[in-house]
C-alpha cells in the first residue's frame, strides 16, 4: 500500500503541481481532495506548460485514474475549456471521474462572491478570486447544495432548484442583480449532464480497490495551510480544509491509509489575496523576488506578495498536517541572492513567539531573521544533493531543521527532471 498527500505548507501557490506531476509518473490514482477553480496548480512538462484548476495534475500520464473528490466545489465551464487546452496537447482527460457528492458552483455562486467580496469595509476584502467557492461551500454547509449526482436526474434537479431559487434570487435582488431562473439553469445542467454525465461516479469504490490492492495513490490538495478554513488567516481563507487532515475527509479514505504526508514549501514564501503576511518584503528586494520568480497568480495573474522564508509558519504546518518530509521548490530562484533571511520568531506586543499565533497575533507580529550568505552560483543544473553549493545545502538544512522535517525533493527550476531526490538530508 502506497497513499501520499502532497499538502501546501505555507499561502498556497508552492509548487504542488509540480511536485504532483513528477510523483504521477508512477500514480495509478490521483485525487484532486478539496477546493474549487479559485486557484490554479502550474504544470510544466514535455507537452508544455498548463495552468490546472480543477483536474487532477495527474492528468498527463494516461495511465493514471484522475479523481475529483467529493471535498472539492466544480464548476464544469471550468473543467470544459481546461480539457479543451490539454486536448490541444494530445491529453484527451478519458481518465478524468468526479465523484457524485462533488457540488456544483452554479452562475448565482459566482455572481453573489463578487457581490459579496465589493460590499466589505476597505482593508477587510478577503482576497477572493470571484470564482463562486465561499458561496458554494456555504450551500454546502446549509444543506442546500447542488451536487454532481443531481444533474443526472433532471427531475430531482428541477425539485431542487425550485427550492434553492427563491433564496438566491432574495440575495442577487439585494445586490442589484438580475435573477436567474430555473429553466436556464436546466438548460445549462443539461449541457453539463451531456458534457460529464458518464464522468461522474461514485469514486469510493475505485478509491478502496486501489488502496488494498497497494496501488499507488496521490492526495493533491489546493492552497496551502495559512489558507485553511480552520487553521489559516480567517477570514482570509479559502472554504475549505487543505490539510493532509481535509485529505482524508475530501477523498473518502480514514488517516490509518495515508503512509506519507508531503509538505511542499517554497524556499522564500508568497502570498496571494489579504490578510497577514509576516514576512512580507515592500522593497526592491520583495520585487526582485516576484521578478525572478515570475510569482503572479497561476488563475487571476495577480501579483504575489512576496517575503523570505517564514519557518514560525512552516513549523506550525508541519505539526497540524504531520509531515513525514517536505519538498523544497524554486531553489534556483535564490541563486543570485547575495543575502538570504529566514524568520525563526515574531515580536509581539514586546513579547517574542515562536509559536504561530491566530490572525489577530499575526497582523501585529514583527518578523525576527537570522541571516544567511547566499551561493551566488547557478543550481539549475543540479541533480544530485552533491552537487549543490556547499551554502544551498546549509541554506536547505536549516530550512528542515526549523520546519520539523527531512527534506525529500528539491526543484531547481519548472522542468520536470529539475529535480533533487534527497536522502533525508
Known amino acids: 500500500m502506497s497513499v501520499t498527500a502532497i499538502v501546501g505548507a505555507q499561502w498556497g501557490d508552492e509548487g504542488k503541481g509540480r511536485v504532483v506531476d513528477y510523483l504521477a509518473q508512477q500514480a495509478e490514482v490521483v485525487i484532486r481532495y478539496q477546493g474549487g477553480d479559485n486557484a490554479g496548480h502550474t504544470v510544466i512538462n514535455d507537452k508544455g506548460k498548463f495552468a490546472l484548476h480543477i483536474i487532477p495534475s495527474g492528468i498527463f500520464n494516461p495511465e493514471t485514474v484522475c479523481l475529483v473528490g467529493a471535498g472539492t ?10 480539457l479543451a487546452s490539454i486536448a ?18 452554479m452562475p448565482f455562486h459566482c455572481l453573489l462572491d463578487g ?30 447544495g447542488i451536487r ?15 427550492m434553492l431559487l427563491p433564496q438566491k434570487n432574495r440575495e442577487l435582488s439585494y445586490y442589484g442583480i438580475p435573477e436567474v431562473t430555473v429553466e436556464s439553469l436546466m438548460e445549462l445542467c443539461g449541457r453539463w449532464r451531456a458534457q460529464f454525465g458518464a464522468q461522474i461516479i461514485d469514486t469510493v469504490p475505485v478509491l478502496k480497490k486501489a488502496v488494498l490492492s497497494g496501488k499507488r495513490v496521490l492526495l493533491e490538495g489546493q492552497l496551502g495551510i495559512m489558507r485553511d478554513l480552520d487553521w489559516g488567516i480567517y477570514p482570509y481563507t479559502t472554504s475549505s480544509n487543505p490539510t493532509a487532515g481535509g485529505a482524508c475527509s475530501g477523498a473518502g479514505l480514514a488517516p490509518r491509509y495515508i503512509d506519507e504526508v508531503i509538505g511542499v514549501v517554497k524556499c522564500y514564501s508568497t502570498s496571494v489575496g489579504g490578510g497577514p503576511f509576516p514576512t512580507e518584503l515592500l522593497d526592491e528586494v520583495g520585487e526582485r523576488l516576484r521578478s525572478v520568480g515570475a510569482e503572479f497568480g497561476a488563475t487571476t495573474g495577480r501579483p504575489r506578495r512576496c517575503g523570505w522564508f517564514d519557518a514560525v509558519a512552516a513549523s506550525f504546518s508541519c505539526w497540524v498536517n504531520g509531515f513525514t518530509s517536505i519538498a523544497i ?16 520568531g515574531y515580536l509581539i506586543d514586546g513579547e517574542v513567539v515562536t509559536h504561530l499565533p491566530d490572525t489577530s497575533g499575526q497582523e501585529k507580529a514583527q518578523p525576527i531573521y537570522e541571516t544567511w550568505e547566499g551561493w551566488m552560483t547557478s543550481t539549475a543544473d543540479a ?17 528542515a531543521e526549523l520546519t520539523g522535517a527531512p527534506v525529500k525533493f528539491i526543484s531547481v527550476g519548472p522542468e520536470r527532471d529539475q529535480i533533487i531526490i534527497c536522502d533525508t538530508k
Open 115 to 144: 457581490a459579496e467580496e465589493a460590499s466589505k469595509k476597505s482593508g477587510w476584502a478577503v482576497g477572493t478570486t470571484k470564482r463562486g467557492i465561499g458561496p458554494c461551500y456555504s450551500d454546502k454547509a446549509s444543506r442546500v
Open 73 to 82: 466545489v466544480v464548476n464544469f465551464d471550468t473543467m470544459a475549456v481546461e
Open 88 to 105: 490541444k496537447a494530445g491529453v484527451d482527460g478519458k481518465n478524468l471521474f468526479i465523484d457524485r457528492r462533488a457540488h456544483l458552483i
Open 329 to 344: 521548490t524554486k531553489l534556483d530562484i535564490l541563486d543570485n541572492f547575495e543575502t538570504l533571511k529566514v524568520c525563526t
Open 148 to 162: 454532481a449526482s443531481d444533474i443526472l436526474d433532471p427531475d430531482r434537479l428541477r425539485t431542487r432548484l425550485e
Open 383 to 399: 541533480r544530485t544533493w552533491e552537487a549543490l553549493p556547499p551554502k544551498a545545502q546549509a541554506y536547505i538544512n536549516r530550512l
